[in-house]
């Protein structure tokens, strides 16, 4: 898959964050060392935004449960 | 809106602000974006009665499980080390209860609160700021208030939009996991119980804190960078493997579980900007060493609450009028706050044996003295262990004039 360009332009790598939700608990760790902010945090959930994250992977070292992976877009 | 505050945040920073605001005669509304307060728990739930300030926040006797007068340290050799005192120096509670007294309370002082309404963005005019942005019954809202006061935990939206704060790098933060457990056999019930080591909980430590009736809350938080296991992976293990746990968590349920996030890097450097200020996780009002934070939170809290009302009421809002509160906080935490993080820059670079040999010449009083940043008297007597790397860190330590 080509790499896919956001709407500022940037290229963007081809990896994305993706949250298991029944793993998943809540503590924002990933939310606080994403560096573009593209963890939304509600009540119950986190949610990545595809359109802001970049594919780093910062998220996935910190998560105590092992719930987040990068996959392909 | 004159004299009226936000205060993004319901939990202990949030509603001590809230408190402190309507004591000095403001209009405040709460703002959560939960409908629980208090839920999920994500605490070791451990917090002190003594301490600069403390003695002045009230805790909530309903929230109270088991009062506990110190600690016992395990070294990564299981070396143990304690440290009680006579009375009851504070208490493990249900925090669950207590982030919801503390919040019942400031309501019923006469702060509104508006809940299940997230936070997206902050309002302004001539570059201060004079509201927030909720996403609130499925609708954008706006609410105007003279001063937002960002109480909204690790993962701040109004420090991130404000400017005070970029993203924590991973080891800026722990990575937590606990469980609630039944049938505990625990050797102290009075103790809180700390385990240290490269191999139980890097860059981090395990806890196991007596909650009365047999039951405890045992967790861990490991540095946000350290990639071998997960933190649930660490505790988990400790549990199967681990003497201190066999002995006493043998027969141990688990009826809760829990994670969380922790920043263990120290304050922010900034905490006030034209119409808006930080206080507790929000600020990084965390004792880098204990993982500490709901008393601080709880009594920045009060002050900048103080602060904002005084600073509304004289419609002086701009940073420099809110600088008070950072000088009032600083004052009670700057130094300790300062001292911890250079003592766990420290610690984390020692090894494991060195840390044993330190557990040998070290008593609980002194540890005590250290994490609040004061000075001990320790340097003779690990001169005369004569151990080369004890030596060293010692030396260390006496640049930083610790010993
Ligand atoms: C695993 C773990 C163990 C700990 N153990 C201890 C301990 O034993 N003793 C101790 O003293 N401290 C402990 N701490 C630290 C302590 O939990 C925190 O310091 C304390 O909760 C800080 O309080 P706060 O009010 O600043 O933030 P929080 O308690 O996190 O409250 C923030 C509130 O803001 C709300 N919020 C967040 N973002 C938004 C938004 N965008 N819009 C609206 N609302 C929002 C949240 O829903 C939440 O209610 C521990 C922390 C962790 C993670
Ligand atoms: S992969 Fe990077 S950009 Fe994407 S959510 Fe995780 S930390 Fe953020
Ligand atoms: S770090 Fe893991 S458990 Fe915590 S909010 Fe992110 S995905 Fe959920």
């Given at each position: 898959m080509p790499p896919t360009t956001s709407t500022s332009g940037k290229k963007r790598d081809k990896k994305l964050a993706d949250v298991d939700g029944e793993l998943c608990g809540v503590c924002q760790a990933c939310a606080t060392v994403c560096p573009v902010n593209a963890i939304e945090v509600t009540e119950s959930y986190i949610k990545i935004l595809p359109e802001k994250c970049t594919g780093c992977g910062v998220c996935v070292k910190v998560c105590p449960v092992g719930a987040i992976v990068l996959i392909d877009r | 809106?004159?004299?009226?505050?936000?205060?993004?945040?319901?939990?202990?920073?949030?509603?001590?602000?809230?408190?402190?605001?309507?004591?000095a005669g403001a209009k405040v509304t709460i703002v959560d974006r939960k409908t629980n307060v208090g839920i999920p728990v994500q605490c070791g739930e451990a917090i002190g009665k003594t301490g600069p300030g403390v003695a002045e926040i009230e805790i909530p006797e309903e929230s109270i499980r088991a009062p506990v007068?110190?600690?016992?340290?395990?070294?990564?050799?299981?070396?143990?080390?304690?440290?009680?005192?006579?009375?009851?120096?504070?208490?493990?509670?249900?925090?669950?209860?207590?982030?919801?007294?503390?919040?019942?309370?400031?309501?019923?002082?006469?702060?509104?609160?508006?809940?299940?309404?997230?936070?997206?963005?902050?309002?302004?005019s001539n570059g201060t700021i004079d509201g927030a942005v909720v996403r609130y019954n499925g609708q954008r809202q706006t609410l105007k208030a003279?001063?937002?006061?960002?109480?909204?935990?690790?993962?701040?939206?109004?420090?991130?939009?404000?400017?005070?704060r970029k993203a924590y790098k991973p080891d800026d933060i722990d990575s937590c996991f606990a469980y609630e457990m039944a049938n505990c056999n625990l050797e102290v019930t009075d103790l809180m119980e700390f385990l240290l080591g490269s191999e139980v909980s890097p860059r981090g430590y395990i806890w196991i804190f007596p909650k009365g009736n047999g039951r405890a809350n045992v967790g861990?938080?490991?540095?946000?960078?350290?990639?071998?296991?997960?933190?649930?992976?660490y505790l988990?293990?400790?549990l199967k493997n681990h003497d201190v746990a066999k002995r006493q968590l043998n027969d141990a349920k688990v009826i809760e579980?829990?994670?969380?996030?922790?920043p263990v890097c120290g304050p922010n450097k900034v905490n006030v900007v034209n119409g808006a200020l930080l206080v507790g996780d929000a600020a990084g009002q965390i004792h880098p060493i204990t993982g500490g934070g709901m008393g601080y939170a709880m009594v920045c809290g009060s002050i900048a609450g103080r602060v904002a009302a005084e600073s509304a009421q004289k419609e002086t809002v701009t940073a420099t009028n809110l600088q008070q509160y950072e000088k009032?906080?600083?004052?009670?935490?700057?130094?300790?706050?300062?001292?911890?993080?250079?003592?766990?820059?420290?610690?984390?670079?020692?090894?494991?044996?060195?840390?044993?040999k330190l557990a040998n010449i070290v008593t609980g009083e002194s540890i005590v003295q250290l994490t609040a940043g004061k000075k001990v008297k320790i340097f003779m007597k690990a001169m005369s262990t004569g151990d080369r790397k004890l030596i060293t860190l010692m030396q260390e330590l006496r640049k930083l004039r610790m010993v």
């Open positions: - | 809106m004159t004299n009226h505050i936000i205060v993004v945040g319901a939990g202990p920073a949030g509603s001590s602000a809230a408190m402190g605001a309507l004591r007068r110190g600690f016992r340290i395990y070294s990564p050799g299981q070396v143990s080390v304690d440290y009680a005192t006579k009375e009851p120096s504070g208490f493990i509670i249900d925090r669950r209860v207590f982030d919801k007294e503390l919040f019942a309370r400031a309501t019923e002082a006469g702060a509104d609160s508006l809940l299940g309404a997230r936070v997206l963005d902050v309002t302004r003279q001063i937002v006061i960002g109480a909204d935990g690790v993962n701040s939206q109004i420090a991130r939009l404000t400017g005070l861990i938080g490991i540095g946000g960078g350290i990639e071998t296991k997960t933190a649930k992976e988990d293990h400790f579980t829990r994670v969380g996030a922790l009032e906080w600083r004052k009670l935490y700057g130094a300790e706050f300062d001292q911890s993080l250079r003592l766990r820059e420290l610690i984390l670079q020692t090894e494991d044996a060195t840390l044993d």
